[in-house]
């Protein structure tokens, strides 16, 4: 077997066997995201509301993204360019004070909008296989397919309208999918009746990408045999797998100095605790 049998780079192509014809899906444009979402219309379930309407302080939280919707359409000014509309749905966790020593946690929905534009190209070929019954058959319209790939986002601040200064006109939710409704358990509350509405604002990380179905001509070296042995632990012997652990030093030490948190991981667990 040639040496090049793991994914890399490669230093010599002498041990390349044959070249072969894939069907893969081709990345034709991506961007990158940083948003700092301001404001997001927290909707909260019916037991969230009622704990709500008592609290003044909320001490922290944190979010869930549940789902993206995308819509990808053509821009007719701009031959290959498409309009990407994303639709971003929040399970959202906020700790609340009410006159207690412990906090209590409430649940609600946000959603945030979004849309950019990339290239996607052109191709109207239909494409059928043995697989596809024709109860299955999608009309084709010959549009890129749109991939967006996003991590939980950090809640960074929340607060409260009580509904004292006139408000502007704002256009609240009317419906969301079934499967978003069905993952709070109960009722979301959409119409507030005039009394206070709390805002979420949310810091996320996003990447999005076009692709779309092609063949590409590649080298191989050999078929791509896994080099690790699966292990599911020593079962018999439990005590040995918790002697590799490290000693927790720090969970017994607290630091001396608290530093700001610098990347996503810190810095979602410093807003969900503050």
Known sequence: M???GMPGPVCDLSSVKESVCIHTKKILDGCRDKDCVE???FYPTQAAQEVLSGTQIIK???AELLYVYT??????????????????????????????????????????DKRCILFGSEGSAKSFSSDTTPESIVPQTGLPTAVVEAVDPIVLDTRVDDGCKPRCCECGLTEIPAFIARSFGEELVFDDGGRRRFY????QFTLVRLERDTQLLIPVYDYCIPQSECSCGDQEDPCGLFRNVAFP???FFPPSTLEMPKDYASTRSYCACH
């Open 200 to 203: 979420v604002t949310l810091g």
């Open 39 to 41: 404001d997001l219309r």
């Open 71 to 112: 819509d990808v359409e053509p821009i007719t000014f701009n031959r290959g360019f498409y309009s990407i509309d994303m639709r971003y749905f929040y399970r959202v966790t906020l700790q609340v004070a009410t006159g207690t020593p412990r906090s209590t946690e409430v649940e609600g929905l946000c959603v945030f």
């Open 2 to 4: 040639p040496e090049n």
């Open 249 to 251: 030093i720090g969970e």
């Open 60 to 62: 922290g939280g944190c």
